[in-house]
Protein backbone atom coordinates (compact mmCIF):
# COMPACT_ATOMS: atom_id res chain seq x y z
CA UNK A 1 0.00 0.00 0.00
CA UNK A 2 1.28 3.84 -1.09
CA UNK A 3 1.63 5.13 2.31
CA UNK A 4 3.74 8.15 4.14
CA UNK A 5 5.05 6.53 7.63
CA UNK A 6 5.82 8.41 10.63
CA UNK A 7 6.50 7.49 13.91
CA UNK A 8 6.40 7.68 16.93
CA UNK A 9 2.35 8.57 16.56
CA UNK A 10 1.98 9.91 20.06
CA UNK A 11 5.03 11.49 22.29
CA UNK A 12 5.58 12.98 25.58
CA UNK A 13 8.90 14.45 26.82
CA UNK A 14 10.54 17.33 28.54
CA UNK A 15 12.03 20.45 27.55
CA UNK A 16 15.57 19.81 26.25
CA UNK A 17 15.40 16.14 25.55
CA UNK A 18 16.51 15.60 21.66
CA UNK A 19 14.32 13.69 19.74
CA UNK A 20 13.48 12.88 16.69
CA UNK A 21 10.25 11.97 14.80
CA UNK A 22 10.54 9.33 11.62
CA UNK A 23 8.90 9.72 7.95
CA UNK A 24 9.32 7.20 5.38
CA UNK A 25 7.23 7.12 1.92
CA UNK A 26 7.27 3.99 -0.19
CA UNK A 27 6.22 5.84 -3.56
CA UNK A 28 9.62 7.07 -4.53
CA UNK A 29 8.33 10.13 -4.44
CA UNK A 30 10.96 13.24 -5.00
CA UNK A 31 9.64 15.78 -2.75
CA UNK A 32 8.94 15.35 1.30
CA UNK A 33 8.54 17.56 3.73
CA UNK A 34 6.99 18.57 7.20
CA UNK A 35 3.88 20.66 8.87
CA UNK A 36 2.84 21.69 11.89
CA UNK A 37 -0.92 22.23 12.39
CA UNK A 38 -1.90 24.10 16.29
CA UNK A 39 -5.28 25.07 16.71
CA UNK A 40 -6.47 28.11 14.80
CA UNK A 41 -3.42 28.39 12.28
CA UNK A 42 -4.37 25.69 10.05
CA UNK A 43 -1.25 23.90 8.83
CA UNK A 44 2.39 25.34 8.59
CA UNK A 45 5.51 24.09 6.47
CA UNK A 46 8.52 23.40 8.67
CA UNK A 47 10.83 22.38 6.30
CA UNK A 48 11.12 20.72 2.61
CA UNK A 49 13.09 18.60 0.68
CA UNK A 50 13.35 17.98 -3.60
CA UNK A 51 15.39 15.62 -3.32
CA UNK A 52 18.08 13.89 -2.07
CA UNK A 53 20.36 15.94 0.05
CA UNK A 54 18.72 19.19 -0.96
CA UNK A 55 16.34 20.70 1.69
CA UNK A 56 14.97 24.19 2.60
CA UNK A 57 13.25 26.12 5.09
CA UNK A 58 9.26 26.38 5.28
CA UNK A 59 7.47 28.83 7.40
CA UNK A 60 8.44 28.25 10.65
CA UNK A 61 11.66 26.01 10.49
CA UNK A 62 13.27 27.64 14.24
CA UNK A 63 14.11 25.03 16.46
CA UNK A 64 13.65 21.87 13.74
CA UNK A 65 16.43 20.49 11.78
CA UNK A 66 15.93 18.08 8.73
CA UNK A 67 18.06 15.60 6.93
CA UNK A 68 17.42 13.80 3.57
CA UNK A 69 20.20 10.99 3.35
CA UNK A 70 17.95 8.23 1.60
CA UNK A 71 15.27 9.45 -1.18
CA UNK A 72 12.25 7.33 1.60
CA UNK A 73 12.75 9.05 4.78
CA UNK A 74 13.23 12.71 6.33
CA UNK A 75 13.22 12.66 9.77
CA UNK A 76 12.46 15.53 11.80
CA UNK A 77 14.87 16.47 14.49
CA UNK A 78 13.71 18.71 17.59
CA UNK A 79 17.71 19.47 18.95
CA UNK A 80 16.55 21.19 22.00
CA UNK A 81 12.45 20.95 22.25
CA UNK A 82 10.51 23.88 23.92
CA UNK A 83 6.55 23.90 25.57
CA UNK A 84 6.15 25.54 22.17
CA UNK A 85 6.53 23.05 19.69
CA UNK A 86 4.00 21.22 21.48
CA UNK A 87 1.64 20.50 18.25
CA UNK A 88 0.54 17.73 15.70
CA UNK A 89 3.09 17.12 13.09
CA UNK A 90 2.67 16.17 9.68
CA UNK A 91 4.67 14.66 7.20
CA UNK A 92 3.74 14.80 3.34
CA UNK A 93 5.29 13.70 0.11
CA UNK A 94 4.57 13.86 -3.63
CA UNK A 95 5.87 13.46 -7.20
CA UNK A 96 7.51 16.12 -9.45
CA UNK A 97 5.61 17.58 -12.58
CA UNK A 98 2.02 18.19 -12.82
CA UNK A 99 1.19 16.08 -9.59
CA UNK A 100 3.71 17.97 -7.53
CA UNK A 101 1.49 19.38 -5.28
CA UNK A 102 -0.86 16.03 -4.85
CA UNK A 103 0.56 15.54 -1.76
CA UNK A 104 0.37 12.39 0.55
CA UNK A 105 -0.09 12.73 4.01
CA UNK A 106 1.63 10.72 6.80
CA UNK A 107 -1.10 10.34 10.05
CA UNK A 108 0.22 12.52 12.25
CA UNK A 109 2.38 12.58 15.27
CA UNK A 110 1.61 14.36 18.21
CA UNK A 111 4.07 15.97 20.73
CA UNK A 112 3.68 17.17 23.75
CA UNK A 113 6.56 18.69 25.66
CA UNK A 114 6.30 19.38 29.42
CA UNK B 1 3.89 32.93 -2.53
CA UNK B 2 0.38 33.29 -3.50
CA UNK B 3 -1.60 33.76 -0.05
CA UNK B 4 -5.56 32.17 0.37
CA UNK B 5 -8.52 32.94 2.17
CA UNK B 6 -11.36 30.74 2.69
CA UNK B 7 -14.68 31.22 5.28
CA UNK B 8 -14.09 29.80 8.39
CA UNK B 9 -16.78 27.75 8.94
CA UNK B 10 -19.95 26.30 6.87
CA UNK B 11 -23.01 24.95 7.93
CA UNK B 12 -25.14 22.64 5.35
CA UNK B 13 -27.97 19.47 5.48
CA UNK B 14 -27.58 16.16 4.14
CA UNK B 15 -28.47 15.80 0.59
CA UNK B 16 -27.35 20.04 0.20
CA UNK B 17 -24.24 20.76 -2.70
CA UNK B 18 -21.88 22.85 -1.06
CA UNK B 19 -19.78 25.34 -2.56
CA UNK B 20 -16.39 26.36 -0.61
CA UNK B 21 -14.95 29.07 -2.14
CA UNK B 22 -11.40 29.87 -1.85
CA UNK B 23 -9.54 33.52 -2.97
CA UNK B 24 -6.10 33.32 -4.02
CA UNK B 25 -5.53 37.40 -5.75
CA UNK B 26 -1.89 36.93 -6.97
CA UNK B 27 -1.83 33.62 -8.05
CA UNK B 28 1.54 33.21 -10.58
CA UNK B 29 0.96 32.16 -14.16
CA UNK B 30 1.96 28.71 -13.40
CA UNK B 31 0.54 27.74 -9.90
CA UNK B 32 -1.99 25.07 -9.31
CA UNK B 33 -5.14 25.18 -6.87
CA UNK B 34 -5.20 22.00 -5.13
CA UNK B 35 -7.80 21.06 -2.15
CA UNK B 36 -7.71 18.91 0.51
CA UNK B 37 -10.18 17.18 3.51
CA UNK B 38 -9.05 16.68 6.87
CA UNK B 39 -10.70 14.59 9.26
CA UNK B 40 -10.26 15.32 13.43
CA UNK B 41 -6.52 14.07 14.33
CA UNK B 42 -5.56 12.66 10.39
CA UNK B 43 -3.41 13.75 7.90
CA UNK B 44 -5.07 15.86 4.89
CA UNK B 45 -6.38 13.91 2.05
CA UNK B 46 -6.31 15.20 -1.46
CA UNK B 47 -9.79 16.02 -3.43
CA UNK B 48 -9.13 17.66 -6.73
CA UNK B 49 -6.09 19.85 -8.68
CA UNK B 50 -7.09 22.25 -11.42
CA UNK B 51 -5.23 25.09 -13.33
CA UNK B 52 -8.16 26.75 -15.13
CA UNK B 53 -12.03 26.28 -16.13
CA UNK B 54 -13.29 23.10 -14.64
CA UNK B 55 -11.95 19.57 -13.42
CA UNK B 56 -14.45 17.06 -12.04
CA UNK B 57 -13.36 13.73 -10.94
CA UNK B 58 -16.21 10.99 -8.31
CA UNK B 59 -16.12 13.15 -5.13
CA UNK B 60 -16.03 16.87 -6.05
CA UNK B 61 -16.08 19.64 -9.12
CA UNK B 62 -13.29 22.61 -8.71
CA UNK B 63 -14.30 26.43 -10.95
CA UNK B 64 -12.14 27.91 -11.87
CA UNK B 65 -12.59 31.64 -13.32
CA UNK B 66 -10.77 33.08 -16.39
CA UNK B 67 -8.72 34.97 -13.88
CA UNK B 68 -7.20 32.30 -11.42
CA UNK B 69 -7.85 34.95 -8.61
CA UNK B 70 -10.68 32.25 -7.01
CA UNK B 71 -11.33 28.86 -6.84
CA UNK B 72 -14.94 26.95 -5.81
CA UNK B 73 -14.70 23.41 -5.01
CA UNK B 74 -18.87 22.28 -5.15
CA UNK B 75 -19.22 18.81 -2.83
CA UNK B 76 -22.60 17.34 -4.73
CA UNK B 77 -25.06 16.16 -2.29
CA UNK B 78 -23.38 16.09 0.67
CA UNK B 79 -23.83 13.37 3.87
CA UNK B 80 -22.57 13.20 7.23
CA UNK B 81 -19.25 11.97 6.58
CA UNK B 82 -18.62 14.97 5.00
CA UNK B 83 -18.06 17.33 7.75
CA UNK B 84 -14.44 18.09 7.66
CA UNK B 85 -12.02 20.49 7.61
CA UNK B 86 -11.09 21.91 3.89
CA UNK B 87 -7.58 23.38 1.84
CA UNK B 88 -7.21 25.61 0.01
CA UNK B 89 -3.52 25.14 -1.34
CA UNK B 90 -2.03 27.20 -4.48
CA UNK B 91 1.93 26.89 -5.33
CA UNK B 92 3.63 26.33 -7.98
CA UNK B 93 3.56 22.82 -9.85
CA UNK B 94 7.32 21.90 -9.66
CA UNK B 95 9.17 25.01 -10.56
CA UNK B 96 10.89 27.04 -8.64
CA UNK B 97 10.61 27.60 -4.50
CA UNK B 98 8.86 24.44 -3.36
CA UNK B 99 7.63 26.17 -0.23
CA UNK B 100 3.77 25.28 0.14
CA UNK B 101 1.71 27.24 2.11
CA UNK B 102 -1.80 26.43 3.38
CA UNK B 103 -4.72 28.65 4.09
CA UNK B 104 -6.66 28.18 7.43
CA UNK B 105 -9.14 25.60 6.24
CA UNK B 106 -13.14 26.15 5.60
CA UNK B 107 -14.70 24.09 8.64
CA UNK B 108 -17.72 22.42 7.34
CA UNK B 109 -20.42 21.08 9.16
CA UNK B 110 -23.11 18.85 7.86
CA UNK B 111 -26.48 18.43 9.66
CA UNK B 112 -28.97 15.89 9.38
Known amino acids: EAQVTQNPRYLITVTGKKLTVTCSQN?????MSWYRQDPGLGLRQIYY???????DKGDVPEGYKVSRKEKRNFPLILESPSPNQTSLYFC?????????????FGAGSRLTVL | LAKTTQPISMDSYEGQEVNITCSHN???????ITWYQQFPSQGPRFIIQ???TKVTNEVASLFIPADRKSSTLSLPRVSLSDTAVYYC?????????????FGSGTRLQVQP
Open chain 1, 92 to 104: ASSLRGVEANVLT
Open chain 1, 27 to 31: MNHEY
Open chain 1, 49 to 55: SMNVEVT
Open chain 2, 26 to 32: NIATNDY
Open chain 2, 50 to 52: GYK
Open chain 2, 89 to 101: LVGQGDTGRRALT
